[in-house]
């Protein structure tokens, strides 16, 4: 995946508990509320998934909101976010088993299917723990197992805010580690 440091601008809404005249309790609280909106916002189609808050750039002149009391800050800000990109290799956690497939995690990305169609030599072994066997490696994914893929699509679905992506096992050095 790929890590990206991007510039962002929002605004930060500030309630009046939060605001002190000393002003350090107000960048506190602008900050904190910006790391509460960037968790809420979880990723992006454009630049993947928000990982962390890095600067707060500038903060402009706030604008108070005469019915609640809250402060509105329009701020800029530094941001590390983590893209996934067709074609990387990574390793992903087994989560569930399915007679057509494995479900991956890896990361922030927890929705990953690697099809049986895409598991050269791998069988489908039903049992208490279904499981995918390879008797000629004897090798086995099976929940909890990692696992090293490539990433053959991704999409980004935006009722869920996340990426979802097609896994396969062809090319050298991928299945269970």
């Known amino acids: ?15 009046p508990d939060q605001l002190d005249p000393k002003g350090l309790l107000l960048r506190k609280g602008i900050i904190l509320r910006l790391l509460e909106d960037i968790a809420a916002r979880k990723a992006s189609k454009e630049h993947g998934y928000y990982i962390a808050v890095t600067a707060l750039n500038s903060v402009a002149e706030g604008r108070v909101d005469e019915l609640t009391g809250s402060v509105n800050f329009p701020v800029s800000y530094a941001c590390i976010a983590l893209k996934p990109c067709k074609g990387e290799i990574l390793v992903g956690i087994v989560d569930k088993v399915l007679r057509h497939g494995v479900f991956l995690k890896s990361g922030p990305i927890e929705n990953i299917f690697l099809s049986e169609k895409m598991m050269e030599d791998y069988k489908f072994v039903m049992g208490v723990e279904s499981m995918f066997v390879n008797d000629k490696q004897q090798s086995k994914m099976e929940i909890g197992s990692r696992v090293r893929f490539k990433v053959l699509g991704i999409k980004w679905m935006e009722w869920d805010r996340g990426f979802q992506m097609l896994a396969t096992l062809a090319g050298d050095f991928l299945g269970p580690v």
Do not use: A, K, S, Y
């Not at 995946?1 to 309630?15: K, Q, T």
């Open 1 to 15: 995946m790929v890590f990206l440091d991007i510039e962002m601008r929002g605004n930060v809404i500030v309630p």
